[in-house]
């Protein structure tokens, strides 16, 4: 849904664009908020050196306006190295790293936005709301446990639960299949429906609930349906409906501007749907909620008069219609965008934003009117809240639980809905698990490393810095099966997996042995074991690809130059022996740059039989084996480089103690050599 959240014109300039045609192309479809198809044409003109720098700011608004965070992320890394990157991009880059958690990074990008664009204060209160996380918030306990709701979710949009009779109701995009009707150009998906699901157990919707069907088709026009709200007794619905077409005025488009209808049911019927009396081609109105007496209607727009962006805005009824606009004020909105309202039984008022001191993205607020005035909202923490879009919560008729929309890593795609209920008090006594890190080659302990402790059940990992002494140490709630894996910039990573077959609250558990880091020295040799070559031949064998993956994941992990050395034994002559060797080499390489690892910072070297490591040189009787521990391959650093250099280089020193991820956001083979 945060695609079709309200937006705000936008109008970027085509005068650098001319003669730039497949730029200009993209251009004209992103005026139209066709994001899916400019990212067709945009991801074909980066590749191209003249149009390169022009494609590649455009194909990152793409992916941000698309909420696809990890190609914003790692687009807009590389738009803030262009020669002429506008300050905006610094913004936009330290908004996709602090929703994927990397707050340090996110920090720095949102001051270096600062020191580029001082008029904006958002910079440095960005940089603040970093520091929130990192400090204060980082320990603070849980109020909420959360579950993914697997049956009513899809791998499309699925978002904005709201209470109906019994039943849990829903917005959706999986009902109209994009490849047998219409195309939303927004997501590249199919248009909203507004579906329903009811609970395996009439009114426990703390349990399973039941697949999504459709749940009226009186609420399901060709374009966007939801989401809804209803009044306590079900018989008014208020619902956000896109209108039909595009609006263009001055030669520049709005996209389908969003707008309230209501209905009113009669003898198990609803009735005609009717316009909400604010509706208006100028701005939208949207995400309808009722107070528990039905006396009061909040709601979301970007009509003049409001604070910024996008806020939240009430109306008492006065009779049979709706008393004049009232914004709810600086104390809830923000120049930024507040929206998807509910109210508490208890007339609490919770809603989404991304003005307000969050973890990234939009977060879950609540506030109360105390004597005619809103409280300060507070952020509802992890786990309702992430770094990725939290929005859209609802609570069930008991208030003890309910259940929230988000896009963050482990649904099943898109927007999803979570279930949520208030957490149980925490175990008094809790239970850890402890370790050691050292250096292998002084078996010194290491302070300041960090350590990756990755829960396979949850799919979580959380972060933690070892001490002075080289030590760490986390809470661990329940049995389950860990990997734990140690890193520090220019050391060789080290990773064993963890089984705990019961955790006793008071104890601690110690991993099976300490993590060993090799540190990368330049000049310093490691040999690569089990590289094996066919009889003459050079070409990579299946048995050697683990060892060549190792290599590469080192390299990535690593801002390090290598030289990849290839070495035979003493038998066959001088020259037969560093051809070999050299063709061996280069086969290993090419693997590596094969794999990802620019061709640059490695290079092939075949030593022959120039570097025995024992006594068979020519003439002397050897075994089979002393001959094979000369039939080796060795990397060899041949130099160091700051890891900020290359934004794409895994970078450990990012990550903050009790900084909490989910496996998703690392790279796919990050925990692959546990053993």
Known sequence: MKKIKFVLLISIGLAALIGCQPVYKAQKKMDKYD?????????????????????????????????????????????????????????????????????????????????????????KRYAAHCDSVLGPWKNLAPGFEVNHVSNINTDQSDFGPAFYN??????????NNPAEGKKY???????????KSSPTVPGDFSGDMGAGSTF?????????????????????????????????????????????YYAEKTDGKWGEVKPFFLNSKDFSVGH?????????????????????????????????????????????????????PSIHPDGTLYFSSNGHPG????????????????????????????????????????????????????????????????????????????GMVKDKTTMQPLAGATVFVYDQASGNVKVLKTNTD?????????????????????????????????????????????????????????????????????????DAVPQLDNLVRIMKENAINVELGSHTDSRGSFAYNNRLSQNRAESAVKYIVNAGIERSRITAKGYGETQLVNKCSDGVQCTAAEHQA?????????????????????????????????????PADFFSKCK
């Open 35 to 123: 994001y899916a198809k400019a990212i067709d044409i945009l991801k074909k003109a980066e590749k191209k050196e003249k149009t390169h720098n022009a494609a590649l700011p455009l194909l990152a608004e793409c992916y941000r306006m698309q909420h696809d965070i990890m190609n914003a992320k790692a687009t807009y890394a590389e738009v803030v190295t262009l020669p002429d990157a506008k300050p905006e991009a610094f913004f936009y880059y330290a908004q996709a790293l602090q929703a994927t958690g990397n707050y340090v990074k996110a920090r720095e990008m949102f001051l270096a936005y600062a020191e580029k664009n001082p008029s904006d204060s958002r910079g």
């Open 630 to 666: 000369n039939r080796r391959t060795e990397f060899k650093v041949t130099g160091l480089t700051n890891p900020q250099v290359n934004p794409d280089q895994f970078d450990p020193g990012v990550y903050s103690d009790g900084q909490e991820l989910n496996v998703k956001m690392l």
């Open 359 to 434: 973890y990234g993205s939009l977060d879950i607020f609540s506030c109360k009117n105390e004597n005619g005035s809103w409280s300060t909202p507070q952020n509802l923490q992890p786990p309702i809240n992430s770094s990725f879009d939290d929005f859209a919560i609802a609570f069930a008729p008991q208030a003890k639980s309910g259940f929230f929309s988000s896009n963050r890593p482990g649904g099943s795609g898109s927007d999803d809905i979570y279930a949520f209920r208030v957490a149980p008090p925490a175990p008094v006594q809790p239970a850890f698990i402890a």
């Open 288 to 340: 309808p909620a009722l107070s528990a007496d039905g006396q009061t209607l909040y709601f979301v727009s970007d009509m003049p008069g409001g604070q910024g962006g996008t806020d939240i805005w009430m109306c008492k009824r006065e009779g049979d219609s709706w008393g004049k606009p009232v914004n709810l004020g600086p104390t809830v909105n923000t120049s930024e965008n507040e929206m998807f």
């Open 216 to 260: 009226d088709a009186k609420f399901n026009q060709p374009y966007h349906d939801g989401p809804a709200a209803f009044n306590a007794d079900g018989n008014s619905i208020y619902f956000t409906r896109s209108f039909f077409g595009k609006a263009k005025r001055e030669g520049i488009y709005k996209t389908n501007m969003l707008k309230i």
């Open 185 to 195: 150009g927004w997501t590249g998906r199919g248009y909203l429906n507004l579906m």
């Open 166 to 175: 019994g039943d849990l109701v829903f917005a959706s995009d999986f009902n």
């Open 470 to 542: 080289g030590t760490f140490k986390t809470q661990v709630s329940k049995p389950g099966d860990l990997m734990v894996k140690a890193m520090m910039n220019n050391y060789i990573a080290d990773c064993l997996p963890l089984t705990l077959s019961s955790v006793a609250p008071g104890t601690t558990n110690s991993v099976p042995r300490e993590l060993m880091l090799d540190k990368l020295v330049i000049n310093k040799t490691f040999n690569v074991d089990n590289i094996y070559y066919d009889f003459d031949k050079y070409n990579i064998r299946k």
